[in-house]
């Protein structure tokens, strides 16, 4: 039983870790926008936000990111409200 309970635990810390890594937070002043990075590079090429196809610097800025987001968001794909993004 206790080898069962020391399985598990570090199953839910390894998984904890792996979810961890794919969080990408961005600094925004009305509070910072957090999202799973595969989850939206699955869906999107990397040139979309990034400047080449290998990741590197964004290329993203307020208003690039806003409409990128909200035309995808719209169509069902996630939050649309300011607050459901932003977190202070």
């Avoid at 890594?21 to 910072?32: E, F, R």
């Avoid at 999202?35 to 090429?45: I, S």
């Amino acid at each position: 039983m206790k080898k069962l309970l020391v399985a598990l635990m570090l199953v839910a810390f390894a998984a904890t870790i792996a979810i961890a890594a794919d969080t990408v937070i961005l600094k925004a002043k009305n509070g910072d926008v957090t999202f799973n990075h595969k989850v939206h590079g699955e869906k999107n090429a990397c040139t979309v936000c990034h400047a080449d196809a290998k990741g590197g610097k964004l290329e993203l800025d307020k208003d690039k990111a806003h409409a990128l987001c909200k035309d995808c968001h719209a169509k069902g794909a996630g939050p649309t409200k300011c607050g459901d993004c932003h977190k202070k």
